[in-house]
């Protein structure tokens, strides 16, 4: 019995002076050099791979501008978490100094094509840590969240009590630089969840590859997404990818099931989507262009797909005789 195929798809658019020889030499808490540390949490009310403010990568690349001194402090240093914090082997100054920084997380540096560039700012009145601009090689596969943030940290002095005050560490907020397009799926029936195979989804003529920069002139720690980094040259990254399997998906069922999801540059837009699937034996695809393809920064886009089969019915008639005329035989 041949079956053809009916898809609902519903889109929801989802985030100073240095102390003297005598000072130092009364101010024990001076000879204790104090390792910098970050306390990492991720832009809320924002909505892309990472979901909620839980900090979950596992390392992040971090560079660091002293502003009072006017100079370069520390560039392209791995941090990873140490019990509760965050660190890289880099210590605060003994002397008042106010330090900015800047890292980034998500782009990996083995896979080809990917790089990093520092790019330190030579300005003594400059409130932002050094700018970065990362590369990004096709990641369609791979699946990355890229992610920034940028921190301030102040070492402090009291002349009074000759002391120096360290930061117990640096809070970091991290933006998505990226547009999250995910995708559920479910059968509308049993009949349905057994008679279908979903075997792809394909996002087309969508960007994975680019250049991202992020500089103190284009990025406001205070202002959230409404300032935020710059894409370039995502032309490049151009093509139709499938999203990514998402863990533990198996087969159609009658209950709403995370089936895939893939990271794009926003603002290049989509212009459609194909899903591609098998029923009775053959394959077929069915392309949807949603009724807006803009994707915009640090948002996420969740497609709620419906499958349900429809049974072909047939229903016979028979037309009537048409008269010929009588004919008369003699024997």
Same mark, same amino acid.
């Given at each position: 019995?041949?079956?053809? #195929?009916?898809? +609902?798809?519903?889109?929801? #658019?989802?985030?100073?002076?240095?102390?003297?020889?005598?000072?130092?030499?009364?101010?024990?808490?001076?000879?204790?050099?104090?390792? !910098?540390?970050?306390?990492?949490?991720?832009?809320?009310?924002?909505?892309?791979?990472?979901? @909620? $403010?839980?900090?979950?990568?596992?390392?992040?690349? %971090?560079?660091?501008?002293?502003?009072?001194? /006017?100079? &370069?402090?520390?560039?392209?240093?791995?941090?990873?978490?140490?019990?509760?914090?965050?660190?890289?082997?880099? *210590?605060?100054?003994?002397?008042?100094?106010? !330090?900015?920084?800047?890292?980034?997380? @998500?782009? &990996?540096?083995?896979?080809?094509?990917?790089?990093?560039?520092?790019?330190?700012? &030579?300005?003594?009145?400059?409130?932002?840590?050094?700018?970065?601009?990362?590369?990004?090689?096709?990641?369609?596969?791979?699946?990355?969240?890229?992610?920034?943030?940028? @921190?301030?940290?102040? %070492?402090?002095?009291?002349?009074?009590?000759?002391? #120096?005050?360290?930061?117990?560490?640096?809070?970091? $907020?991290?933006?998505?630089?990226?547009?999250?397009?995910?995708?559920?799926?479910? =059968?509308?029936?049993?009949?349905?969840?057994?008679? +279908?195979?979903?075997?792809?989804?394909?996002?087309?003529?969508?960007?994975? =590859?680019? $250049?991202?920069?992020? $500089?103190?002139?284009?990025?406001?720690?205070?202002?959230?997404?409404?300032?935020? @980094?710059?894409? /370039?040259?995502?032309?490049?990254?151009?093509?139709?990818?499938?999203?990514?399997?998402? /863990?533990? *998906?198996?087969?159609?069922?009658?209950?709403?099931?995370?089936?895939?999801?893939?990271?794009?540059?926003?603002?290049?837009?989509?212009?459609?989507?194909? +899903?591609?699937?098998?029923?009775?034996?053959?394959?077929?695809? *069915?392309?949807?262009?949603?009724?807006?393809?803009?994707?915009?920064?640090?948002?996420?886009?969740?497609?709620?797909?419906?499958?349900?089969?429809?049974? +072909?019915?047939?229903?016979?008639?028979?037309?009537?005789?048409?008269?010929?005329?009588?004919?008369?035989?003699?024997?």
């Amino acid at each position: 019995m041949k079956k053809n #195929l009916f898809l +609902i798809s519903v889109a929801a #658019l989802a985030f100073a002076a240095c102390s003297n020889d005598t000072t130092v030499e009364q101010n024990t808490t001076v000879n204790q050099p104090k390792e !910098i540390a970050f306390s990492p949490l991720v832009q809320p009310n924002t909505r892309a791979a990472v979901d @909620g $403010t839980t900090f979950t990568p596992t390392t992040m690349q %971090v560079a660091a501008w002293d502003v009072t001194n /006017s100079r &370069d402090f520390f560039t392209a240093t791995t941090f990873t978490k140490d019990a509760t914090t965050w660190k890289g082997g880099k *210590y605060w100054p003994f002397s008042a100094a106010y !330090i900015n920084f800047l890292a980034y997380t @998500g782009l &990996d540096l083995n896979v080809v094509g990917n790089s990093q560039s520092w790019d330190i700012l &030579d300005d003594e009145t400059s409130q932002a840590a050094s700018g970065v601009t990362l590369v990004m090689a096709n990641n369609s596969s791979t699946q990355n969240d890229l992610m920034y943030a940028i @921190g301030h940290g102040e %070492v402090t002095f009291n002349s009074s009590t000759n002391a #120096l005050g360290f930061p117990a560490n640096v809070p970091m $907020t991290f933006m998505h630089a990226q547009a999250w397009v995910k995708f559920t799926v479910k =059968a509308g029936d049993e009949t349905s969840a057994s008679a +279908i195979t979903v075997n792809s989804i394909t996002l087309n003529s969508v960007s994975c =590859a680019g $250049t991202y920069t992020v $500089t103190h002139t284009n990025y406001n720690a205070t202002s959230g997404q409404s300032v935020a @980094g710059v894409w /370039s040259e995502y032309a490049i990254g151009e093509g139709n990818y499938p999203a990514v399997a998402a /863990s533990g *998906y198996s087969a159609l069922t009658t209950s709403v099931q995370d089936y895939a999801s893939l990271m794009v540059v926003p603002n290049k837009g989509m212009a459609s989507f194909t +899903i591609n699937y098998t029923l009775d034996g053959n394959t077929y695809n *069915y392309t949807y262009t949603p009724a807006s393809t803009t994707l915009a920064q640090a948002y996420k886009y969740t497609y709620n797909i419906t499958l349900t089969v429809h049974e +072909i019915e047939i229903a016979p008639s028979v037309t009537n005789w048409t008269e010929g005329g009588p004919t008369a035989v003699n024997l």
